[in-house]
Each structure stands twice: as structure tokens, then as C-alpha cells.
């Protein structure tokens, strides 16, 4: 269940008539607990899961304990609750208590309580939202109505599509978009004053249609109609009395084509329910992130649960720009000059979100911006004064028709709600209708249109009239507005796919923007354009841009190729933030990891990184640099390198059989041809796959040198194997595996084998291990391509392999599959700087190695994956990685590094110190 249908299932239950012994099982059923999980709490004896110790009480283990109490009892059942052992043993996150007239509950690790009427505890459901696995937003607990409209709006939207089909295909999508919007905009007005008189939109529509909806959308069409005539022209409109009182709401909004959708009776139950929330208090970013997921089939299911919280989205912006202006605000102080020049300032600035949504990072800029505006006019005592940042000032580019309608409303609500808070009703009653006719948010694609044209470098004209907000051609590229020259930032949270995701429409926009400009642009991430487009956009005008972005764009192989490009204009980058968790309220934490960069030309400013701490907080650093990686050192960019040039051992790829699986052999294969022809055992290796490295799986394959081919295939089995091979190469679509089929005995690619041993490391491997996944194997085993080698290399290169420097190396320079490490020899082995090392360093670091090695033994048969899962990695084990890391961070510089930002700031120095003096042999890009 998301946050919505948990909205309704608490709202149902606030409504139903109280039952003391069913309502615990009924509160956890409208969260989300299956009805076996239920059952079980509900059973009596042996099987049941309820663990309370208090009367009456259901507690259900690491979420909630609840009691059910007589009248005037609930204080005191909720002190009993939170002192109660069970509570405690069971790690419930919540304690609730109700006599079904009152209810009080609190949250036992924040320490935040709850106390509500028993019929209106469901305005608190976002409270509870931690119960269905869904981390809640300040916002929405704060202020459940965007996720009520929401559901409602949802779904009548369904039910107006499921009457109306035709009104969901290509050519009407946008007229029932449109009318959405429509919708949404009344039911704002008529709950703001607005429209005159209290609920007139629903109040009217209540009463002049039928019960079973059948003319309801007469009525619909008459209002909006009404809507659409200027008061000099009613007379002549002749419209009925009850559609004259409302108002002409201009930007036409309300022209073209009035056609309303068919309602069923229950569309009609549903847009009336819709209208009868409270939209006062709509918040116009929140609210238009959930509901455009309503418009869009594959994101409906959602409903809009990816929302951006408004913490995250000020993250962005205080560093763009508008901790500048608050501290501008802060020096200005009362002086009357100083202020009159800062809101001169902001009135020219613009915000640009080419990637806008519904809005949200342009609603939030506005509504900040307008807030420092109004300390200004009060300090200036000027507080009724009109606002002169313009509307049109925050800019948007977006490619969905319906998000784009819902951006350019949402600013509108956001500009009348701002004049009522900062200059009272009066005031922002007067000015609000009719709506201007400007069309600020272009309907298209940002990869595609120019933006100088959409946001003109500033004290240039560009000539495009639109005519009316809503019904211009919305692909509109060029817009005339006042441009006196100013200073834009350009910000927002662009779409992120990775190259083999995107579909052949985006790949075609990454190649118009980088062909030619960056090899292996293919390579790249979606959100890349937007970081290219504001970096040519930063060439012509004053602007500094910030976006959030996956985490991909700055590690790995993109690095070189998106960043020499962006850093050829000039742009630094002014501020980042390393990878966290983008919040939102999908369940069960559901939240991308992603980073947030900032760029523009200024190269003289400090720079801020900004990074999460351990607790959660905020950290932020002033440094002198910040590269590409977002690490505090040189702007140095990690190569692919095809040699190690210090006396490290050569890392080698594994072997690659491409034999359809016909020359390996599971034990019981190995046994049964082993035991039907003795000799075949010459002809068998143990093989190390990923699978086998991590969790000690046994596998075996066929290894037959060319001179005993003939021999081998005299058995019939391993005659049968090498003819499936010989088959299956000579099938094979790829040119290169082709001539191999004249040589099935072999495994297709043979790197090297060990005279000895071989170290092996697992190409992938997850990021939750604190230590890369290496082993030592004797030469009786073949490694295979998901694994690299060391064939016989001294054991120091293990320890080097294994140590959190190396770790932390490798999670940065090397491509990240998702969040887990993808190793590579030539980006992240021959690239670590590794200083020189004396013979007793080596014989140090051989030591520890081996005591790695011992530790894992003494847990003999445990595996790699049991040996590091991080909640139970063995003392000895980790005793051994802690000397092996002292004893080559020693040789670094003398102590351990304080932290991994240490470490990698050192790393990256070695490497611009190692790369200057021509020690890495750079591989062509
Ligand atoms: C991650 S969302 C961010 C939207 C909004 N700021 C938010 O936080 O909810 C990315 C937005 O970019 C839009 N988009 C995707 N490709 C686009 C393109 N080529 N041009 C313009 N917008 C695009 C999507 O429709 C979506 O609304």
C-alpha cells in the first residue's frame, strides 16, 4: 500500500463505528499487515505473535503495541504502555492507547506524540506512516492534504477515463489533462475566496446536477464557460444566474474548448468528495508532484510516492543561490539602501528548472524567494507592497503535457498564497484575477530546445507571443518577457537512465549534444545532457547551475568522459553533494542514492562540499577544490591505465569458456566420469566462478591441452561435450567466437594459469563488504572471466588488495553497478597509487596477508560471504584487516587516516603527483 490508499483505508476506519476488541487488528490491517499476520496476533496460546503484557493490549514485535482502555483511561494506559517490558523486548516503534473517544499514541524513537479525537485521528495517519515501512516527510505529516486530494482526484480520474476511453488516447490526453487542471484550480479558488461565496463550485455543482451525473458535465461545461467571459460581456454570454456568479478567471484557463467528460454517478460522488477537502492548504510543490503521477498509466500505481521532499529540494537551492541572498539580507540590516538593492536584485533573477515536473524546485525557489522579499518590505515598512519578483521569472522546461499544466498552476497557487501570507487577503484577492496570459513552462524536450532561447541570456529580447496560458502550442520555444539582464540559475532533478536503458529517442539527444566533443559519449548517463546544455548555457550569460543526479555521473569511466567536455567551458565545480539517500515516501525506503553538483565559472569562491554524517546530519566543508569525483583535491581524471608501472604483479582477467555451459561439470558429473574412465581425472580443474569464489561452491571443468585432444575425446562423454561446444561457437551470432569452434576442448579465451597460486579477486562484489571478495587458489584451480588474477604475485599484493584504501579507491574510481563495486584491473589496479615500497614494507604487508589468510582458516569451512557480512564478520578476521590497514596506511603517511575522505584526498594527490611525472601509462580514451 502507498501513503494514499493508507489515507483511506485510516480515513474508513476514523469512520466506522468503534468495536474495543477489533479495533487493534483493524488499525494494523489499514497499515498494511497481511491477514495471516493478523491472524497470528489475533490467536489465543502457542501460535500467537502478541507479546503484550497489558490488558486489552495487541503488540506486535518491532512496530506497535496498542490498548484499548476504558473511558478517561488513555493517559494512563499510554504511560503503562511505555512503561511495559514487553514494549521494550518487542522494540515497538509505537505505543497507542484509545477508549474510542480520544486517542494518544507516540513514536518511541523521535519521542513525538499524538493526541486526537478518536474521529479525527485520521488527519494524523502521517504520523503512523512508519508502521506500513514508509520513512514520512515533515510536510505531509504536517499537512495530510495533498495525499487526500490526491487519492481523490486519482480516483476520479479512473473513473472518468473508464466511462470516457477515447478521452485517454493520444489526440485527447491533453484536453482531459486540461480539464484536470481546471478542476483543481476551482476547487483551490472556491475554498480561498477566490470565487465569492463559501464552496460555490461544489456547492453548485452539488446542486444543479443530477443525483446519477448524467448532466453534470452540462453544468461543468456552463461554469467553465462563465469562466471565460469577461464582466463587460456577461449580458450579452446570456448565461444562467447560477454560473454568473463566477468569476472571468482570463488566461484562459477557461477558453477554447469547453468539453467536459461523461460522469457516472460515481464520478460525480467522487468529484464531490474531491470538493469538499479543505484546498487552502494545498501545497502547490507537494501536491503537484503527487498528481501528476495521476496522468501518467506507469507511474499511477504510485501516486506520485516518489514526491521530492522540500529538504531535499533546498538542499539544491540554498547553495545555488539563495543562502547568498539570505546572507545579502543578513548584511543589509535596516539599511534602507542596501535592501532596496537586494530586492532589486532578486526581482531580476531567474530560476530555470529544465527537467520542472510539475514544479516543485521553481514553487520552492518562489515561495523562498518571496519570503525574503517580505522581511525586506517589513523592514523597510513597506508590508503591503506588491511583489516584484515576477511569475514569470521561474522558468520551466518539461516534457509531459500534464506535469507542465500542473507546473505553471501550481506556480499560480504558490504566487496567491505568498501575497495572501506576506500582504494579507485583501490584497491578494485584489490582484489575482484574471490570471495573466503569460506561458512561462514550455511543453518539450530540454535535451532538445534551445535554452537561450527559452531563457535569453540576460539583457537580450527574444520575440514569441503566447497568447493565452493554457492553450498556446505548449512546444513554444522562444517567449518574450521583460529582460533587463539579471543573473539565472538553473536547477533541478533531470531525469537519470543508465546507457543500456535508455531508449533510442535519448540516445539520439545525448548524441547531439556529445558527438564529437567526447568519445564513448554511449556510455553515458541521461542526466548528463542537462549538465552539458547548462555548462554551454553558462558560456553566454551570468548563471551557475545545480542539479541532482545519479551518483554514476561522477564515478567510473563517466568521469572522463562527461567531465573534460563541461570543464573545456570554463565551469568549476562551486558545490556538492557526496551520495545520499533521495527521501521520498515510496515504502520501505524505496529512496535513490544520488548526488547533488553544482557548477559555474566563478573559479574564485570557496567551495562547498557538503556530505552526510554518520547521525544523519549535514556536514559541510569549505575546501579549495572539488574534482570531478567530489573529492577535495586537483582536478585529476582517472585513466584507464594498461600497466603498472611500480612492481605490482599484472592483473589479468579470468579465463571465458563461451560453451554453453557443456565443458564444466558439477561434482556428481565429475564423480561419474571419473569413476567410468580413471584417466579423465588428468583432464579435470576445480573452476572459480564469482558464485564459487564468494560462497565456496565446488564446480569443476574440462582442461585439455591441445596435444591431448585426441586422447581426451577417445572418452565418449568429453567427446559428446566438445561437440555441443563446436556446435554452439560455430552458431554463435559474434564473428569472434565463430573460428572457435575448431578448438571446443579449450575454453574460448585463455588468459593465463598459475605455476603455483593465483590471488583472485570477483569482478562485482557488494558494497556492503568492508573489504574487497579475494582469495588464494593453488594452481589446481581455473579461474574464470567474472574473476580477475594475480597469477604467483607476491602475497604484499594481496594486502594492498584487501585494505579499506584500496576499497574505498576502487568504490570511486570504478563503475558502481547500482550501489555494488565493479571491479577493474586497468581503471582501478594499475591506477592505485601505491607509494614505494621498501622490501620490509613488503615483508610487513606479506605478514599481514597471511594473517588475514590464518584468520579466515581458523572458521574453516565458513565462507567469503559468511566470513564478511558486515553484522558478523569474526573478531580474529577483523583484527587482521585492522594491522593490515595500520600497516599500510603507515606507509602512507605515517598513522591512520582519520576517515575515507582523507583517504581518498590523499589518494588523489599521489595520483596528480604520479600522473604528472608520466608514471601512469594513460590508455587512450
Ligand atoms: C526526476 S523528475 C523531476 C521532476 C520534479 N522536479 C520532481 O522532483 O518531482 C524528472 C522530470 O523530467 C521530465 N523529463 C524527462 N525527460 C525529459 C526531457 N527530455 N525534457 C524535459 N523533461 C524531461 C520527466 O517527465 C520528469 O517530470
Known amino acids: 500500500m502507498n501513503a494514499v490508499e493508507i489515507e483511506e483505508a485510516v ?87 484509545t477508549d474510542g ?27 503512523f506512516l512508519p508502521l506500513a515501512g514508509i520513512s514520512t516527510v515533515r510536510e505531509i505529516e504536517d499537512n495530510p492534504i495533498d495525499v487526500r486530494a490526491t487519492g481523490r482526484l486519482n480516483k476520479l480520474y479512473v473513473e472518468l477515463l473508464q466511462h470516457n476511453p477515447e478521452w485517454g488516447s493520444d489526440e485527447r490526453r491533453h484536453d482531459m489533462n486540461h480539464f ?17 461565496g463559501v464552496d460555490l463550485f461544489t456547492r453548485t455543482l452539488d446542486q444543479m446536477s443530477e443525483r446519477d451525473g448524467s448532466n453534470l458535465h452540462q453544468v461543468l461545461a456552463t461554469i467553465f464557460r462563465a469562466m471565460d467571459v469577461p464582466h463587460g460581456e456577461r449580458d450579452a454570454a446570456n448565461l444562467p444566474r447560477w454560473a454568473n456568479r463566477f468569476p472571468y478567471v482570463n488566461g484562459n484557463l477557461f477558453s477554447g474548448d469547453t468539453d467536459v467528460p461523461w460522469f457516472s454517478q460515481m464520478a460525480r460522488t467522487y468529484l464531490v468528495h474531491a ?17 501528476q503521477a495521476v496522468a501518467d498509466e506507469s507511474e499511477r500505481g504510485s501516486l506520485g510516492m516518489h514526491y521530492t521532499s522540500v529538504p531535499n529540494i533546498l538542499k539544491v537551492l540554498n547553495p545555488l543561490f539563495l543562502d547568498d541572498l539570505r546572507a545579502q539580507l543578513d548584511k543589509a540590516g535596516d539599511n534602507g539602501r542596501k535592501l532596496l538593492n537586494l530586492r ?59 506535469a507542465a499544466e500542473i507546473a505553471r498552476l501550481a506556480l499560480i497557487i504558490a504566487e496567491y498564497q505568498c501575497d495572501v501570507r506576506h500582504r494579507g487577503q485583501q490584497e491578494a484577492l485584489r490582484e489575482f484575477l484574471p490570471l495573466s496570459h503569460d506561458n512561462w513552462i514550455t511543453c518539450g524536450n530540454a535535451l532538445r530546445l ?28 522562444e517567449i518574450e518577457f521583460e529582460n533587463e539582464g539579471g543573473e539565472t540559475y538553473i536547477c533541478g532533478n533531470p531525469p537519470y537512465r543508465g546507457s543500456t536503458w535508455q531508449t533510442k529517442a535519448q540516445k539520439a539527444d545525448l548524441k547531439a549534444i556529445f558527438e564529437g566533443r567526447t568519445r564513448g559519449w554511449k556510455s553515458l548517463d541521461y542526466v548528463a545532457g542537462w549538465f552539458m546544455k547548462a555548462a554551454d548555457y553558462g558560456t553566454h550569460t551570468n548563471a551557475a547551475s545545480a542539479f541532482v543526479a545519479t551518483n554514476s555521473i561522477c564515478q567510473g569511466q563517466q568521469v572522463a568522459i562527461l567531465w573534460p567536455p563541461i570543464m573545456a567551458t570554463e565551469h568549476k565545480i562551486n558545490f556538492a553533494h557526496t551520495s545520499f539517500k533521495w527521501a521520498n515516501l515510496a515504502s520501505h525506503n524505496a529512496g535513490v542514492t544520488v548526488i547533488i553538483v553544482g557548477i559555474s565559472r566563478d573559479a574564485e569562491s570557496k567551495k562547498h562540499l557538503f556530505s552526510t554524517g554518520e547521525d544523519g546530519n549535514m556536514l559541510e566543508n569549505q575546501v579549495d577544490n572539488i574534482n570531478p569525483y567530489l573529492i577535495a583535491a586537483p582536478d585529476v581524471i582517472v585513466k584507464s591505465s594498461y600497466g603498472v ?88 551470432k559474434a564473428a569472434q567466437t565463430r573460428p572457435a569452434a575448431a578448438f571446443p576442448h579449450r575454453f574460448r579465451q585463455i588468459q593465463s594459469t598459475a605455476n603455483k597460486y593465483s590471488l583472485v579477486i570477483s569482478r562485482v562484489s557488494s558494497e556492503n563488504r568492508e573489504y574487497l571478495p579475494v582469495d588464494l587458489v593453488g594452481q589446481d584451480t581455473i579461474i574464470g572471466d567474472r574473476n580477475f588474477a594475480l597469477y604467483d604475485a607476491p602475497l604484499w599484493n594481496m594486502a594492498l588488495i584487501v585494505s ?118 594513460s590508455a587512450a580514451q
Open 450 to 477: 534551445d535554452w537561450l532561447a527559452i531563457c535569453p541570456p540576460t539583457g537580450s529580447g527574444v520575440k514569441m507571443n503566447a497568447d493565452d496560458l493554457f492553450e498556446t502550442p505548449l512546444d513554444q520555444a
Open 804 to 921: 579499506r584504501l584500496h576499497w574505498v579507491w576502487i568504490g570511486t574510481v570504478c563503475v558502481r553497478l547500482e550501489m555494488r563495486f565493479s571491479y577493474s584491473n586497468t581503471l582501478g589496479w594499475n591506477t592505485f597509487p601505491v607509494p614505494f615500497l621498501t622490501e620490509q614494507n613488503k615483508a610487513d604487508l606479506t605478514r599481514c596477508a597471511e594473517n588475514i589468510l590464518l584468520a579466515r582458516e581458523a572458521h574453516f569451512p565458513a565462507t567469503i560471504a559468511d566470513l564478511y557480512d558486515p553484522e558478523k564478520m569474526p573478531d580474529d578476521l577483523r583484527h587482521a584487516h585492522e594491522q593490515n590497514d595500520e600497516t599500510l596506511e603507515r606507509i602512507y603517511i605515517g598513522r591512520r587516516f582519520k576517515n575515507d575522505t582523507e583517504r581518498l584526498e590523499k589518494l588523489f594527490d599521489m595520483y596528480a603527483q604520479m600522473t604528472d611525472s608520466g608514471q601512469a601509462e
Open 101 to 127: 473517544r480520544t486517542m494518544e499514541a507516540e513514536n518511541l524513537a523521535s519521542g513525538e506524540t499524538m493526541a486526537s479525537s478518536f474521529a479525527d485521528f485520521a488527519e494524523h495517519f502521517g504520523f
Open 645 to 732: 608501472a611500480d612492481g605490482r604483479s599484472v592483473m589479468e582477467w579470468g579465463n571465458k569458456p563461451t560453451d554453453n555451459g557443456n565443458l564444466f561439470l558439477t561434482k556428481t558429473d565429475r564423480n561419474s566420469l571419473v569413476s567410468n574412465h580413471p584417466h579423465a581425472d588428468k583432464y579435470i580443474k576445480k573452476f572459480l566462478g564469482a558464485q564459487e569464489l564468494i560462497h565456496k561452491h565446488l564446480r569443476y571443468c574440462l582442461w585439455i591441452n591441445d596435444e591431448d585432444r585426441t586422447d581426451a575425446e577417445k572418452i565418449p562423454e568429453i567427446r559428446r561435450r566438445t561437440e555441443k561446444v563446436a556446435e554452439f561457437r560455430a552458431a554463435s
Open 344 to 402: 532589486k536584485r532578486m526581482a531580476r533573477i531567474r530560476v530555470f528548472d529544465p527537467a520542472c515536473g510539475s514544479g516543485n524546485f521553481l514553487v520552492i525557489a518562489y515561495k523562498e524567494m518571496r519570503q525574503i522579499e517580505a522581511e525586506i518590505n517589513r523592514r523597510r515598512g513597506e508590508v503591503e507592497r506588491r511583489s516584484d519578483i515576477p511569475l514569470t521569472n521561474f522558468r520551466g522546461i518539461e516534457i509531459r503535457d500534464f
Open 180 to 196: 484536470m487542471a481546471r478542476l483543481i484550480f476551482c476547487f483551490f479558488a472556491e475554498d480561498t475566496d477566490i470565487f465569492e
Open 11 to 97: 480515513a474508513d476506519l476514523a469512520q466506522q463505528s468503534f468495536d474495543p476488541q477489533e479495533f487493534p487488528f483493524t488499525f494494523l490491517a489499514a497499515f498494511d499487515n497481511k491477514p495471516t499476520t493478523i491472524k497470528r496476533l489475533r490467536s489465543a496460546g502457542k501460535g500467537s505473535t502478541n507479546s503484550s503484557d497489558i490488558p486489552g493490549g495487541v503488540l506486535q514485535r518491532n512496530n506497535i503495541h496498542i490498548a484499548v482502555c476504558d473511558e478517561a483511561e488513555v493517559g494512563a494506559t499510554l504511560d503503562a504502555l511505555r512503561a511495559s517490558p514487553a514494549t521494550g523486548k518487542a522494540k515497538a516503534k509505537f505505543i497507542l492507547a
Open 275 to 291: 470538493g469538499r477537502l479543505d484546498w487552502r492548504a494545498i501545497n502547490p510543490d507537494i501536491f503537484g508532484s503527487m498528481i
